[in-house]
């Protein structure tokens, strides 16, 4: 019963068996690999992006660090939502990477609303030299909270940042979610809506460690090739990237996987939902549920090794029918009957 | 006929093999995983150091980054020899880490001597706080020319860095093939010579794509970690490296393995030193070589898709019996009957 | 009718006569001196802190940078007001000089909260190496909207601060204008109170540019001596600095030129405290007014040149009636005729 | 008898009272005071560059850290004298401000030479990202030895630098010192030699502390002006730092001051040249004198309080007739019958 993250399951066996395929003889390294030159050709097939510049990094904290510094200069602010995992969970790996540029929270809930951002955006650089200089705005699809911009909500924020002449940048860590939740296409959640750099996640949905980034216009792209290779994230054995992330792409996989884990979602949600005591914090709209249920509930629970995040904070000595907020995520590998044993321990 | 690197080779089958039989179920995230317990418990068995904090990153520039960040401070400068990797290889990786710390570079050739070492020490920070001031040593081994420093000369340069209450760190990207080369423990060439912390290499070695980093006194293990972190290389993952590692020791595969590429680049070099015209730039010591040959060989070894570096430059109009200079380098997995191959072209 | 800030008046003249009496013959340069040992001796016997380090730099923004970076790690958090001068009119200097930590803002008006700043250190660093780590707390004493921390307020911020373990900073720019409104000590508004390292503002007190660097527990004085220099903000030609800051300290001219602004906006307070419809919208404690008063009255001081800061934004079109705020800082020049005249506009 | 520095003399008197006489009312802050336009338009035309941006900070160090973070990025190297004070006294600043930059030494003397400087630049960026990048070029007139670029070997430095696509900068901490010894104007030794920016200093010729900086071509100002908040470096009453540059301009003091400095210190080595045992280490052409003597006379020199530095070391126990090698700076203000004095002691 593991719902704490996407990030603790295993590889998905179409991944690994890709790897293990293309591990014969020597293969250029430092990301000149053919298998390269294959993903970055699928990658802008899908986004209907021909000129985009492609790169593979292991994490997706470098991915949106190395794009972010990309993007912006050391006497900028980012402008991001204030549970942003740039600002919350990075431990200021975007401070680190862009050379000490500050970071505006936008907002106190799961997403930046239009005119919260226009509002902070007009808020800076009204001093001259001497508050922090405007610089890139910064949307995580899926939100940290589970839910998701809409296509028009997308646009609505890229117009304000694209107002002040400023770029967007797209933490989509979990990309594939959010497409299969919306139903559109890639190019209409980034390029189409004004993104102009996404964090295309490979890692929670079924790779082992691997993110692309994209850069929609390639006029940068040397740069941040640099600021790989500085930052230590260019591979030498950067074939295993490539494998991985072809084998993401073959045949949809990505798609795939990132149906299943919503549909799992769904399916344990669906179950929350019938439960007495329980609600959610949010409505769940891909594979992240953040719901409340009582204490004694959340007691059986731990009792049984279920895993998940706690979100509230512990309390001691709290009444146990009080209830507490749980952040329950399903990945693509989680089973049903996971799902079950989980809902039947909540009923009690 | 691949002898560019030994970074573009295959994962070593055991080490495939191990990441598809660890490829089930879910593991904790981010470093705590169990496998990781057994590969630090293991390392501290080979290094003779049962309280070393040990960590993996994934490149071997991330390794020697974030050492040298931990061990030095922004003011200082790393001593290290004129063709470290640190210094040439890694794109001002280690100044970034560090915030803004200098490289000075110790000798011309392929090693720093410690008559060399203690004139570039005692040469800064005479001049208080004008100068820079005295940082780590880091030292290579094997060098970034194949050779090898004696374990006298490793604690002849400990020596030396520690008189002046220098830290010490060791770049081993190529450690086992040094280790098997000098004979010698993992303790006798690192703490026991005085080495304060080691990249523990294993790209090159046969993995997708791990380093170990080992601090034998743990006091800065926990701004290790933040570093880690702030630089994006905490694989959330993280069993995938923790599997790589713990079958690159398992009976001893890292010795094995360097033993055949050692191996094989001694045939190569054996067989390169019966060849008329050709000479050792450095006596050959582990797995690389830098030997000269004319440049109507290095045509003839082009035109049949040989692949190594041209170290000398490449100079057009050059007259064809006029010798440049190759690295060529044996990985444990390049096949005898290619080197004969090269030979036999060689010998034209 | 200058009251646009007091950064911009003259420089108090028995401090230009101190320049112009020590400009003879030849003074060791960097900071060693003889007129700087007086004035460290003369600031160690003000705060009562006879082993406190003491350094002098150009600029505000300097002492804040280099004290914080000092007393911080990059990977952490610095806790400050969400109106502090290190967050809004520092162009990110406190990000740039301590290598990329993050600034978290505690409240919304004028003051940070015990608390509040609680709540803000709690609420970070539960995340392992995720989340920022937990830095300094930088209390700025007068507030940035002319108010004041009474000592006990002062005690309860440093008490949390220390039941984390956190290090606290006084942005002092306005140092002696504070001290003289609480009638108390330099001892009782800092270390006694649990501060660890106060920017001790001279610039806007009549000094040409000139603020020191206090840090009662020296053990990071080498460091910080270092990062000046780095930071470039070692001058050559130091006695100037030093000169400034004895002329400042002698005969306690930095009490009187504070009581000297402080009673002038006092007297501007009166005047304004009387004339219908204009209110403040903090009440003024040190020698900074934040009033609102109608878009007319401000018309009629604009047009005979009287200066100061429109806080609250500029409106086109808007209703002449509608109040605005305005900044109006007194320094210690400032003539109660130009007041007068001032007040008398206002009036209409 | 102060041959130590010239960054410890006096103020000159005009500034002094330039100073003095500016210190009335108010004046505007950060850069945009009256006189500012003065210095400003005195610059262009001194360097007949009517579009140059023009910039005055504290220190030289300030001057050349944000001239060249301006010019570079912190992939990049910058390429310099060995002896360059950027790289030998500035503990690091280069590398903080550039957010990483490396330095590459060229030459080991006093000058770089456009041959050696070619195969600096032409040995770097041959190993696409993973070297660092070509950067600025900084050439330091008057050299860092007393020494002086010719107008040929400037314009053959820059074209070099050009050849290359790079940027080149210029120390100009004794500007002046230079301009009088080669007797050109300030734009035949800058811009139209192929210099784009120059740290024109002020302080060692008898300002308290200022240093402009100038770019010819101002596309890079506004970076240039955050660059200077960000690292603390706008002065808020930044008057004092117009008033001085504009009386180091009036009436060409600077130039005059120079003048003296340089005529003093040809004086001095002309002594200096009739002393038996005594020779020039470097031939002198401004106001810096590298010359050898004997211990024996150093230890006389020594016991009367002659300033100046010992520049070879000092070795206990060494034979007195052995010779040491002194750097002796003169300034505008040291008096003859200090150097007569200086020069009977050393005659014996």
Excluded at 34 to 51: D, K, S, Y
Excluded at 64 to 72: H, V
């Amino acid at each position: 019963m593991f719902f704490a993250s996407d990030n603790a399951g295993p590889v998905h066996p179409s991944v690994m068996e890709a790897l293990t395929a293309g591990n014969a003889g020597y293969a250029p390294s430092y990301g000149v690999d053919q298998t390269m030159v294959e993903v970055t050709a699928r990658l802008r097939e899908i986004f209907e992006a021909p000129e985009a510049a492609v790169y593979l990094v292991p994490t997706g904290t470098a991915a949106n660090a190395l794009a972010l510094a990309t993007l912006s200069d050391p006497w900028q602010t980012i402008f991001c939502s204030s549970v942003a995992h740039i600002h919350e969970d990075e431990c200021n790996a975007p401070e680190f990477y862009s050379g000490g540029a500050k970071l505006t929270l936008v907002g106190r809930g799961d997403k930046m609303g239009a005119e919260e951002l226009h509002a902070a955006i007009a808020g800076e650089q009204t001093r001259g030299v001497h508050g922090p200089q405007r610089g890139p705005v910064s949307i995580t699809q899926v939100t940290e909270r589970g839910t998701l911009y809409s296509l028009g909500e997308l646009r609505g924020l890229c117009d304000v940042a694209k107002g002040f002449g400023l770029p967007v940048h797209m933490d989509g860590a979990r990309f594939a979610n959010a497409l299969v939740a919306l139903g559109c296409t890639a190019a209409e959640m980034t390029w189409k809506a004004g993104v102009d750099a996404v964090s295309f996640g490979g890692t929670k949905n079924g790779l082992m460690g691997v993110e692309a980034v994209i850069f929609f216009d390639p006029s940068k792209a040397w740069e941040f090739e640099l600021r790989r290779k500085r930052g230590a994230h260019l591979f030498s054995k950067h074939r295993y990237l490539s494998l991985q992330m072809r084998a993401y792409l073959e045949g949809d996989l990505w798609i795939a996987s990132a149906r299943k884990a919503n549909d799992n979602a769904a399916y344990l949600a669906e179950g929350l939902r019938q439960i007495e005591g329980t609600s959610f914090v949010y409505e769940p709209q891909a594979n992240m549920i953040f719901c409340a249920f009582s204490r004694a509930a959340h007691q059986r629970l731990h009792d049984t090794g279920a895993a998940y995040y706690v979100w509230s904070g512990s309390l001691e000595g709290a009444d146990p029918q009080e209830a507490l907020e749980a952040r329950l995520v399903c990945d693509w590998a989680i089973e049903r009957a996971q799902i079950d044993a989980f809902l039947d321990i909540l009923r009690g």
